[in-house]
């Protein structure tokens, strides 16, 4: 299972996504990952490679289209 969340940090201006992914297979060990981002843009190239279409879909529709289309411009 995959879990991502999206963190927004006010006092710096940032973004950050933490990607989680658990779990229950003999001899296999969860897995956390983090990466700190400027913008919406970089953050999202980052999770696109790194969970499901359909998990980044459902964050952007989270975000608002409005948001992701303002800033890529």
């Known amino acids: ?9 006010d006092g710096y201006g940032g973004l950050v996504a933490a990607i989680t992914d658990l779990t ?3 001899g296999e060990h ?3 990952d983090a990466a700190v981002f400027t913008g919406i843009k970089p953050c ?3 999770l696109q ?3 499901p279409s359909w ?3 459902s ?6 289209e409005e ?5 890529a411009d």
């Open 67 to 71: 948001v992701v289309t303002e800033e």
């Open 24 to 26: 229950n297979w003999q």
């Open 1 to 9: 299972m995959t879990l991502e969340r999206l963190y927004q940090c």
């Open 59 to 64: 964050l952007i529709e989270g975000l608002g």
């Open 49 to 51: 490679e790194h969970v």
């Open 44 to 46: 999202l190239g980052y």
């Open 55 to 57: 998990m980044l879909q």
């Open 30 to 32: 969860d897995t956390y």
